[in-house]
């Protein structure tokens, strides 16, 4: 069975700090990677997303992640955060047989 | 135009009722799912649906019954309410292997 390991839980950054978040999933087959936002009170929206191609990726807000097969992993990187950043972030794998499988979120604040 | 749209917003109710959640899509897409939300922001699947057709059922207890009565919608039947039932639902859509998108969620709150 797919899944999908995000190492941190909480990250706790000061405004214009470097951001990297960890995401590695396990499953042999081809996927599609997704990093999702989750501002607070609010529902899930697609921040950047890999399907095939080059496997650096850059999606909104000046988000980006880098797709390594080999060490099944997708991080998501910011280089200067902003207080607006502050929320929950998800990362998630699709698989051939069309299950979307989410890691368990990381807490970003961000202190201004 | 709200592409998923979910209610209520809101659900608060005592243990034992039975409540429904409705969710409607105006994407196209062909597969529809419910995702519950728990208080330490955990995201977990219940089901997929594909054109009506259940595909994806996790071990959710079966209290909870979805039904589709066409591609469009997905409501989400819950009976005998419990107090671990308290959580954020989330409906969501998806046209092939796309990203999902997502409704506003629906908080329930079981008293």
């Known amino acids: 069975a797919q899944s999908v390991s995000q190492h941190n839980h909480h990250v706790i950054l000061s405004e214009a700090a470097s951001l990297e978040l960890g995401c590695n999933y396990s499953?042999?087959?081809?996927?599609?990677l997704f990093w999702y936002v989750q501002y607070p009170g609010q529902h899930l929206q697609l921040l950047l997303k890999?399907?095939?191609?080059?496997?650096l990726v850059k999606g909104i807000k000046g988000f980006e992640a880098e797709f390594i097969k080999s060490k099944f992993s997708f991080n998501l990187r910011k280089p200067s955060v902003q207080w607006s950043d502050t929320a929950e972030y998800f990362c998630a794998v699709n698989t051939n047989a069309g299950k979307s499988t989410f890691g368990d979120g990381t807490t970003l604040t961000v202190k201004p | 135009d709200t592409a998923v749209s979910q209610t209520p917003k809101y659900l608060v109710t005592q243990m034992g009722n039975d409540k429904s959640i409705k969710c409607e899509q105006n994407l196209g897409h062909d597969t529809m799912y419910w995702y519950k939300q728990d208080s330490k922001k955990f995201l977990k699947i219940m089901f997929s649906y594909n054109n009506k057709e259940l595909i994806i059922n996790e071990t959710v207890p079966n209290r909870f019954s979805p039904k589709s009565p066409d591609k469009a919608h997905l409501n989400l039947h819950i009976n005998s309410l419990e107090l671990g039932d308290s959580a954020v639902y989330f409906c969501?859509?998806?046209?092939?292997?796309?990203?999902?998108?997502f409704g506003n969620g629906t908080r329930l709150t079981v008293t």
């Open positions: 499953y042999g087959g081809t996927v599609n």
């Open positions: 890999y399907f095939s191609g080059d496997p």
């Open positions: 969501a859509s998806r046209g092939g292997n796309s990203p999902l998108h």
